[in-house]
């Protein structure tokens, strides 16, 4: 499979919502085969960022460049369905899945992008394997599901894009601390399968950490922050009173 050079580069992006502005001068890259985590707490704009990679939020300045299967696209100006269909997937925050709906009719759901759509069989059953409790629960409906099964269900979900570049909105939000530990596991797993180019939105730092190459802390939606090495993220300062208390 060509899955070689997949990497997003955010350079010098503003974004706001009306007179609001939420990014300033953000710049950021996750190269080939990369977990980058932008660490910050409520408010400081990791989902804006997000929102701006997949085409739901305009920036104002800056560019946004993928590479993924081989090619570069600049993304500012393409729609989402267009980022998607790159090799792009949101895993967004609170999951957003269709409560209605079963649990694999929502990950059918996921599988639009065109080149997915050969591979439907084959990531289902890797879902399956990954998430045993999804495929007991394939019949079940998504909202009557646990909010854990229901983080698991999302990755899935995303999944079925066969995605190159995966971008996940804090996982964490509203998981009990064992399943936050199970949840950020599984998103390793999924990468060293995928050899997936991950960025990772987190406000809780010490799990984000156990499988982050490197990360950014943004704060009032600039970089405050860039670690090169897990190392550098833990024994920065900044992280150490915002994050760890210390
Ligand atoms: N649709 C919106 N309209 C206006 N302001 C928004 C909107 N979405 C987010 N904001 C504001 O932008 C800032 C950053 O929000 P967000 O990107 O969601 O941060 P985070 O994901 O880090 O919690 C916050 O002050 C938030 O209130
Ligand atoms: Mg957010």
């Known amino acids: 499979m060509a899955n070689s050079g997949n990497s997003i580069i955010v350079d010098g992006i503003d974004a706001a919502y009306g007179a609001v502005r939420v ?27 997000m929102k701006c990679i997949m085409g739901m939020v305009r920036p104002s300045k800056g560019t946004i460049t993928a590479r993924t ?7 500012v100006g393409l729609t989402t369905e267009q980022i998607v269909d790159l090799g792009i997937a949101l895993v967004p925050e609170g999951r957003r899945l269709f409560p209605r709906q079963t ?7 996921g599988a639009s992008r065109r080149k997915a759509r050969a591979q439907i069989k084959e990531n289902t059953e ?27 269900l ?16 804090e996982p964490s939000v ?15 797993q ?12 987190e406000q809780n730092f010490t799990q984000a950490i156990r499988i982050a190459d490197r990360g950014y802390v943004i704060v ?27």
């Open 103 to 109: 649990v694999e009719e929502n990950m059918l759901l």
């Open 23 to 49: 990014l300033e001068d953000v710049s950021l890259r996750a190269g080939d085969g990369e977990t980058v985590v932008l660490l910050g707490t409520n408010g400081n704009g990791k989902s804006t960022l």
């Open 220 to 246: 009032h939606g600039k970089i405050a922050f860039e670690g090169g090495s897990a190392d550098e993220l833990n024994n920065n300062q900044l992280i150490r009173e915002f994050y760890l208390g210390l």
């Open 190 to 201: 999924l990468k060293d399968h995928y050899q997936l180019t991950v960025l990772m939105a």
């Open 126 to 152: 890797f879902c399956f394997e990954v998430f045993p409790r999804l495929a007991e629960r394939k019949n079940q409906l998504a909202g009557s599901m646990s909010g854990g099964e229901q983080q698991m």
């Open 69 to 75: 299967d081989g090619q570069e696209h600049d993304l």
């Open 154 to 169: 999302a990755l899935a979900r995303a999944l079925m894009l066969s995605p190159r570049i995966l971008l996940i909105d």
């Open 174 to 188: 509203g998981l009990s601390p064992l399943l936050v530990s199970r949840t950020i596991d599984a998103i390793k």
